[in-house]
């Protein structure tokens, strides 16, 4: 079957540094999304994994481990704006179509 | 970039009546329309996929008939929630699949609030 996990809550403090994790079993892989969304709004998207590795992306970076079925997103020098949820999403091939299974969503709050 | 324009943005609709919410890729071809329904602290959650001309393929426990989707334009695909009922009140959105960029995810609607009374 298809599960993907991340933490439901957590807090940081503005400047900090704070990294989300995200966990996934899926039966056919093809990437590793985050994206950012604020509530009422639609998702925005942040970043792309599908190679083990990190991708930077100015303060925010994504690390996927293909082999641990694991990726995290890492949020640096963090602001009151990056109070938001991130979702953890995989693109699967599911019956010849590529779609994304989202995870539950982490929601950060940033404090002053 | 890929836009998606999505309306309404709201709606406020009696029970039992019919509310259609449209899809619009504004400057790219969307070949694939994902619908979603998120509910209030949850992740999106995938109903159904359509392509364009053919028919939708719907996610395990959502129904066809109720949830009526059309994608007729490589540009539009509208979804349709029949008989409405409150726990049909939701937050509904729309993604597009632009296959010349698929390595930058897909493109979101807006979203649109459905409240049933």
């Known amino acids: 079957g298809q599960n993907i996990d991340q933490p439901t809550e957590m807090t940081a403090t503005e400047g900090a540094i704070v990294q989300i994790n995200c966990t996934y079993q899926t039966s056919g892989f093809n990437g590793l999304f985050w994206y950012q969304q604020h509530a009422g709004e639609a998702p925005t998207f942040l970043s792309y994994?599908?190679?083990?590795g990190l991708e930077e992306k100015g303060r925010f970076s994504s690390f996927l481990s293909r082999s641990k079925g694991y990726s995290y997103l890492l949020l640096k020098e963090l602001q009151m704006k990056d109070s938001a949820s991130y979702l953890c999403a995989v693109r699967d091939l599911g019956s010849g179509t590529y779609k994304y299974i989202f995870g539950t969503g982490t929601r950060l709050k940033v404090l002053a | 970039g890929a836009v998606v324009s999505q309306h309404p943005s709201r709606v406020i609709c009696k029970s039992g009546t019919s509310v259609k919410i449209e899809c619009r890729s504004l400057?790219?071809?969307?070949?694939?329309m994902f619908w979603y329904r998120q509910f209030p602290k949850q992740s999106l959650m995938l109903m159904a996929t359509s392509n364009e001309g053919s028919k939708a393929t719907y996610e395990q426990g959502v129904e066809k008939d109720k949830f009526l989707i059309n994608h007729a334009s490589l540009t539009l695909s509208t979804l349709t929630v029949t008989s409405a009922h409150p726990e049909d009140s939701s937050f509904y959105i729309c993604?597009?699949?632009?296959?010349?960029?698929?390595?930058?995810?897909?493109?979101f609607g807006s979203g649109t609030r459905l409240t049933v009374v």
């Open positions: 993604s597009a699949r632009d296959r010349h960029r698929t390595n930058y995810g897909y493109t």
């Open positions: 400057d790219f071809q969307a070949t694939t």
């Open positions: 994994n599908v190679l083990d």
